[in-house]
């Protein structure tokens, strides 16, 4: 990889005096850490570094992905290419202007190179070897915002560099100079944090004007000139806006940036240190979505009063995504802490591989007895989810009940003569999955607001007929579906009621402040909200916002709320984390836990989730990008579009940015991804790629 401006950063910005405040600060978002998000200007246009690590953002989702990343080309890195490929770049008013596309190539036969942009297209002749291809495209194909560039190659190609738009280079054109020079800068595409500052430390000659540009959609662009050194200026307007963040100098050759990011004031948190929880119970309330319980959304229907005192005792992550839309594969990317691409529980007939190392199996080198026992037929030994228990049982094929009074009765007898020695327990409920049952009193309060009711489903919603009405083979009327939502509602009430027993008895036997509760769900259900009832269909909301609550005073702060996304397959690395044992090398979720605590709090972080592989979505801060097999996006800002009605992405250039290149990153190196060494794919760690 070639050097670049930003390499030379060594350490993060602390102390710096901001231009809004004096005193300590903390990066939040590293401009080194986060380079492969960066976008390069030379000669006034977009330059895209083929051989980079972050060159995948440009590959529009990974779909379709005839790219050969990160080749070796004598003491090049590019990307090979056959026969043609597309790129999905973002430009400026000022960079599209010239029509200019240039690449740096090396082709095998001569011919000709042709760039497709808006149906317009300009060619470029080759000869074999090493070329400079400079085309031009009519006034008007590029467009300020995002541009798809469909590329035309002869054969078997080498890419080196890619320039859109400015002046065209020469023949014998390089990649831009290792330090900022003015004819080349530097792009972010971020979400300005809550009392957010730029802070620097530049370093060049007197006669050097470095100079940051901030541009957002519906806002005065800021530009603000520094001096060689320290430099700070607030970006308070801009707080939880998405924006366009420049770097640029003027005046003198070149300039180097010693250090520079987002910082927000006070110091940085430490990690906490404590003894390891004794024992770690995972509640896991199948087919439940956030916004129907009322810990995660006060306006919801459902009473929740043990969670919420759970959740006065722990930390509650508001924007927790399940990695599917359906039972076995959410369940395997939680037991495996892995992406579904990877573990595979994609088809009806996958089975979990058994060389993934599944929850038990990582808990037992702590020396916890495993435990476990779920009402969900489908996790059991049969589909890869039985080994490493000391004891496990499912309910539904070996007997003993459905219902969560069952399964804690269950708990409660395997624990019998257990009690004395520490203990790792997942029990997996069903209750908010059909069958929904009448509970009361819950039912009648939830459903009495509607008026009497004397239809069908007066005690139950039975499996079978919900596959009906999910097929248009049943009808129900408003009124039916108002009692279906209200059996749902009660069922989650029913469900919290029975955790409270466990709860009750886990403190009768002194173990409430040294037992470990983690809380969460494998997925949701639509009902009605896109004229559909069930889940599998879609990655909106109601399928893949799921609760997420982790309990452990000693190591996360009690009555935390955590607004960053984050990924129910980062549940077990946290269990790893609490219990000082080791993860699993295949394992590609991370631990909670300096979330929790503040150390990696203030940037949003990403959150992802699939249907089946063949459709995808990502969640960062207030915005969610959905993308489809045909790697077509919709863009969605969640908090005043909590059902993805409204596509925002052509009126919201900086956020379908901050998305698409997290999205993008994301997609095409999700197999290799590491949560624990690369970061999320909206705020990278230094290890990213390595």
Known sequence: ????????????????????????????????????????????????????????????????????????????????????????????????????????????????????????????????????????????????????????????????????????????????????????????????????????????????????????????PMMTQFKPGKAAASLAAYAGKPVRLALGVNGCPRLSITSAGLTVPGAAPQRLTAKPPRNVIIWLTDNTRADKVRTFNPKARAETPVLDGLARRGALFMNAYAQGNESRLSHASLWTSMYPVVHGMISGEAVLPGKWVTMAEAVKPTGLATLGLSANGYINKRWGFGDGWDAYKNHLHEGGGLMAEHLVAGALKMLEKRWDKPFFMYIGSIDAHVSWKAHEPWLSKYDGEHGPYTGKYKKALYDPELDLIAAGKVKLSDRDKQRVVALYDADISYNDQQLGVLLAELEKRGHQDDTMIIVTSDHGEEFWEHGKIGHGQSSREELTHVPLLIVYPPLLPPGTVIDEAVDVMDVMPTVLDALGGKAPADWQGMSLLPLAQGVTRGYPTAAVTTQYENAHSMRVGRWKMRVGGDGEASLHEIPVDPFERTDVIDKQPEARRVLTDAMSLFLVLRKQWKKSLWGTPSNLLPGFGR
């Open 1 to 220: 990889m070639r050097a670049h401006g930003l390499t030379g950063l060594l350490a993060l910005v602390v102390g710096v005096a901001s231009a809004q405040a004096q005193g300590t600060t903390r990066t939040v978002f590293d401009l080194l850490a986060n380079r492969p998000l960066a976008h390069e200007q030379v000669r006034g246009g977009l330059f895209i570094d083929a051989g980079a690590p972050g060159f995948p953002k440009y590959l529009r989702f990974g779909r379709p992905q005839p790219w050969k990343l990160a080749q070796k080309d004598g003491a090049l890195l590019v990307a090979g290419l056959k026969g043609g490929g597309k790129l999905l770049v973002p430009l400026t008013a000022e960079q599209a202007a010239s029509g200019v596309v240039a690449l740096r190539l090396r082709v095998a036969k001569a011919g000709r190179v042709g760039i497709t942009v808006a149906k317009q297209k300009a060619v470029a002749a080759v000869t074999p070897g090493w070329n400079t291809a400079v085309a031009k495209l009519p006034a008007g194909a590029l467009q300020a915002g995002e541009n798809l560039l469909e590329l035309d190659v002869p054969g078997d190609i080498a890419l080196h560099w890619v320039q859109v738009g400015g002046e065209a280079p020469s023949a014998d054109a390089g990649p831009p100079p290792v330090e900022l020079s003015p004819e080349g800068g530097v792009a972010y595409y971020v979400v300005v944090p809550m009392a957010g500052a730029f802070e620097a430390v530049l370093a060049g000659d007197a006669a050097c004007k470095p100079w940051l540009r901030v541009t957002s959609t519906g806002m005065a």
